[in-house]
């Protein structure tokens, strides 16, 4: 009788250490997934953020995708998301050396160019004073000489404003010996001109015109010849 108690005993107790070992294993099974799990999870996470980046790139958010980039390099990268990175760090680079690139031929259009539309568009914007001058009355006649002459008369003076800080001392002081002349020649033109109906309600008119022709005239020379 003790005997068989002794084995069953023994038996027991091998079984109970089978199934210790059985749990030990499952454990262990268990912790081994969770790790690939994990991995998986956070591959995914980079390769998210990855697109992410390259998201910000096209919406050229170029600070908030290297910011990310940032980031991403502080994890544990896989060959190939660091390949990847490269790729959008280089898009980056060249994308903002492009950007750079146009702001310079921006910057790079010449005040010659500048003057010169913004002459065209004076000339533009002063055709609207035609109607007054063909509805015949000498007062809104008037009225559009003399707006005529003082928006080619304000150009001029912007030009010369540009043109002091563009040339040199001694050019400027040539230029400015130039325009007393010219100055005389274009009031004795206008003079001349309206002479015909002097002491009439349309020489102020004529006159106006002339001064208005005449620095119109000036303003698209001092930009073709001076301004750079």
Known sequence: MKKILGVLVLVLALGTVGCGKSTVKNTNNDTS??????????????????????SLIDEKKYDEAKALIEQLNSKELEEAQKANINKLKGRIDSQLAETEKEKNKEKKVSKNEEYRAKLDKIQLEL?????????GKTPYMREAANERYKRWDDALNEIYGVLKGQLSANDMKKLQSEEIKWISNRDAKAKE??????????ESVIYLNSLADTTKNRCYELVEKYMQ
């Open 33 to 54: 997934n969770s790790k690939v799990e994990d991995k998986v999870k956070v591959k995914e996470e980079v390769d998210n953020s990855i697109n992410k980046v390259s």
């Open 127 to 135: 055709k609207a004073l035609d109607e007054k001058d063909a509805s």
């Open 193 to 202: 001109e309206s002479s015909s109906m002097k002491g009439g309600t349309m």
